[in-house]
C-alpha cells in the first residue's frame, strides 16, 4: 500500500456508493433494503482488511502477486505503450516483441488461472491509476453483487428468512474477510452467486432472460478457467436441485416416489459427464487422476509452500487411488466444517478460524438434535438437498487436498453460506411442520 492508496481509494468508495445508491431501488423491496448497504460495506471493510494481512502479518502472499507482481506491470506497459499494454491484457500467456521487460516480472503469466485474477486487477487499475486498496474496493462490489444474487434467490423462495438468509450469505466473518479482496476466491465465489442465480431464474422459475442466460454462461466460463474443482463439486449440486425443485411441484406422492429413481439416474448420469467434460480440458480432474491430484496438491500446501505458517494438518497418509482417497471423507469433511479446534489454534488468524468453526459446529448439533428422526424427510426439501450435497462435496474436495488449517480457512468460503443456509432451511421446516401439526390438533 502507497501514498496513492490514500488519495485514489476514497475518490473509489465513493463512487461505488454512488453506483450502489442508483442500483438499490432496482434490486431490493421493502424487506431487503436494509441489507444492501451493510453487506456491500462489510465486503469494502474486508478487501481493505486483506490487504492489511498480508502485507503486515504475511509480509507477502498471493494478493501481492496479483497486483504489485502482475497487474501492476501491466498497468505500466499501459503507460509506457498502450499497444503494449492492451496486447498483455488480452494476451493468453505467450511472449511478443515488447513484453518481455514486463512479463519477465509477472509470476503468474504462464499459469491461465491466476493470470486471469490479474487481466481482471488490470483492467480495474486502469480506473484506480494501479492503486492496490482502490482495484481491491472493486473486486468487493464484485463479490457483493455475487453475495447479493445469492441472498435474493434463497429469499425469494422463503421471505420469513430475511435475517438468517442474509447473515448466511452476506455477512459470514471469514467469508467477508477471504472473499471480498484481490484473490481468486473473490472471482469464484461471486461467480457461484451468479450462477445460483441464473439456474433459479431459467430452470426453477422458469424465467427465460437473455441476460440471465449471459450471467450463467459467462459464470460457467470463469469457474472453470479459474477453479475447476468447483465446477466438479457444483454442477452436480446445481442439478439435483433443479430435478428435486420441479418434483416437488407434483402433488401426488406416488408420483414422487416413481421419480425418485430417475432423479437418482439422471443425477448420477450428469454428474458424470460434467466431470468427463472438465477431465477433457485438464487431465489432473480427470475420474482416473483426481485421487493424484489430490496427493499432490495436499502434501505440497501442507509440507512445502504451507510447511512455516505453523498451522498444518494431517488426515493420514495419501497413496494416491480413488479407495484411499474416499476413505478420508469423514475426516475431510469434518476439517473443512469444524476445525480448527480451538485447543488447535497456534496463531491470532487461526483463532477467528476456530471460534467461526466452533460456533457452526455448535449449531449443526442444535439443528440435527432438534430435528431427530425427521431430518430424513426434511433433507428431502429442495433447498436442504441442494445445500447440503454441495457444501458436504466441497467440504470433501478441499479438506482431503490443502492439509494446512491457513490455506483451508480460505478454500473453503464457497461451502459455507450453502452449509449455513441448509442449516436455516431445515430448522425452518421443522418450525413449519410444527406448527402445522399443532393445527390439526387445535382443528
Known amino acids: 500500500m502507497e501514498l496513492r492508496d490514500l488519495l485514489v481509494t476514497p475518490l473509489i468508495i465513493l463512487l461505488v456508493l454512488v453506483a450502489a445508491y442508483w442500483v438499490r431501488p432496482r434490486v431490493t423491496d421493502d424487506i431487503t433494503r436494509r441489507y444492501f448497504f451493510p453487506g456491500l460495506l462489510v465486503k469494502i471493510f474486508g478487501a481493505i482488511a486483506l490487504g492489511f494481512i498480508y502485507q503486515f502479518y504475511y509480509n507477502g502472499g498471493d494478493t501481492y502477486n496479483f497486483h504489485t507482481h502482475g497487474s501492476r506491470h501491466i498497468w505500466e506497459a499501459f503507460m509506457d505503450d498502450p499497444l503494449i499494454g492492451f496486447n498483455l491484457l488480452t494476451s493468453n500467456g505467450n511472449y511478443f516483441p515488447g513484453s518481455y521487460t514486463y512479463v519477465s516480472r509477472m509470476l503468474f ?3 491461465p488461472s491466476s493470470f486471469f485474477v490479474i487481466r481482471i486487477a488490470a483492467f480495474f487499475d486502469l480506473c484506480t491509476f494501479s492503486s492496490y486498496s482502490a482495484t481491491a474496493v472493486l473486486f468487493s462490489a464484485l463479490a457483493f453483487s455475487g453475495s447479493w ?8 423462495q422463503s421471505p420469513s428468512l430475511h435475517f438468517s438468509t442474509a447473515v448466511a450469505t452476506l455477512f459470514i466473518p471469514s467469508v467477508v474477510i477471504w472473499g471480498s479482496g484481490l484473490l481468486k476466491d473473490t472471482i469464484t465465489l461471486a461467480c457461484i452467486g451468479f450462477l445460483t442465480y441464473a439456474t433459479y431464474k431459467l430452470l426453477v422459475q ?7 442466460i449471459i450471467l450463467g454462461m459467462v459464470s460457467i466460463w470463469v469457474l472453470f478457467v479459474v477453479k475447476k474443482y468447483i465446477l466438479l463439486c457444483f454442477l452436480p449440486a446445481v442439478l439435483l436441485w433443479i430435478y428435486a425443485a420441479n418434483i416437488a411441484r407434483f402433488r401426488s406422492i406416488v408420483i414422487k416416489i416413481l421419480l425418485v429413481p430417475i432423479l437418482i439416474t439422471i443425477m448420477g448420469a450428469s454428474g458424470y459427464f460434467a466431470v468427463v467434460f472438465i477431465g477433457a480440458d485438464d487431465p489432473r480432474y480427470a475420474l482416473d487422476k483426481i485421487a493424484v491430484t489430490a496427493k499432490i496438491t495436499a502434501y505440497d500446501i501442507g509440507f512445502y509452500s504451507g510447511r512455516d ?3 498444518g494438518y494431517s488426515l493420514g497418509e495419501l497413496d494416491g487411488t480413488f479407495t484411499n482417497l474416499l476413505s478420508k471423507f469423514p475426516q475431510a469433511v469434518n476439517v ?3 476445525r480448527p479446534y480451538l485447543w488447535e489454534v497456534r496463531n491470532p488468524l487461526m483463532l477467528l478460524a476456530a471460534v467461526e468453526s466452533f460456533a457452526l459446529l455448535g449449531f449443526t ?3 440435527f438434535v432438534t430435528a431427530g428422526i425427521r431430518i430424513f424427510s426434511i433433507a428431502s426439501q429442495p433447498n436442504v438437498i441442494f445445500g447440503l450435497v454441495f457444501s458436504i462435496t466441497f467440504a470433501f474436495a478441499v479438506g482431503v487436498s490443502t492439509y494446512n488449517f491457513g490455506t483451508l480457512t480460505r478454500y473453503k468460503i464457497p ?6 443456509l441448509s442449516l436455516i432451511f431445515i430448522r425452518h421446516y421443522l418450525k413449519r411442520d410444527k406448527n402445522v401439526a399443532s393445527l390439526d390438533v387445535t382443528e
Open 206 to 212: 422458469k424465467k427465460i432472460q437473455i441476460g440471465t
Open 109 to 111: 503469466y504462464t499459469d
Open 149 to 156: 444474487c445469492l441472498f435474493l434467490t434463497f429469499y425469494d
Open 309 to 311: 505458517a505453523g498451522s
Open 365 to 367: 448439533f442444535y439443528v
Open 336 to 338: 473443512s466444517l469444524f
Open 415 to 420: 461451502l459455507l453460506p450453502f452449509y449455513l
